[in-house]
């Protein structure tokens, strides 16, 4: 039985959740994050991906996905359910990496907003100065510019590698494990939000 049937089954007649301890929490975000990077890994590597992108459409879910991850990260340690609230997500990136935070905010918009809502990403417009911004994704490492992943250059284009990426997550992550263990204020953001992470609401 999963810890999520199992959690729905107490909670027929309370109405709530029991509470759960904060390593089972841990454990369950790192596993989630962990199975991405694996996941990403393997069709690199079985597929023959490379680093171009190839099977662009489950690039895109993956990359969507990491930045849901992100979302709810930032959510937990704010003490707010996860609804890509674009601030935090890129306080929490900005706090827990040394990526330039105008490649943040870019990727953010394009993996975690836009493609949720169209199934790809788009060209950024700037409506003030009418500069337009593009991307450049990479499936994996091998092969392309590490140097070069979560950058703008000149001409607005971000260049974004997904295994890359889902190391900076993870990286950020473990980060934020060590302050949630350190504080007693965030250990509480995130218990208490994390009920509302398991279970939803019907709403006919």
Partial sequence: MTI??????????????????????LTTLRRDL??????ATAIREHLGVGYQPKFYMSLYAL???????????????????PKGNKHDMRRFLA??????????????????????HTG???????????????????????????????TV?????LTLNLECLLEDVSCAFDAFATEVRDSSRIAANVTRVWPKVVLQVWRA
Wanted: glycine letters at 8%; hydrophobic letters at 35%.
């Fill in 4 to 25: 999520h049937r199992e959690i729905a089954q107490s909670c027929r007649g309370t109405g709530a959740p029991p509470p759960m301890p904060l390593d089972h929490i």
């Fill in 34 to 39: 962990h199975s991405r990077q694996r996941e």
């Fill in 63 to 81: 990359l969507m996905a990491a930045f849901a991850q992100v979302d709810l990260f930032a959510a937990l340690r704010e003490g707010k359910q």
């Fill in 95 to 116: 706090d827990f990496t040394s990526r330039d935070p105008s490649a943040i905010a870019h990727a953010i918009q394009l993996y975690r907003h836009t493609t949720m």
């Fill in 120 to 150: 790809r990403p788009r060209e950024l417009v700037n409506p003030q100065s009418g500069q337009r911004r593009y991307y450049l994704l990479h499936w994996g490492r091998e092969g392309a510019d590490e140097a070069a992943h979560l």
């Fill in 153 to 157: 250059d000149g001409t607005g284009k």
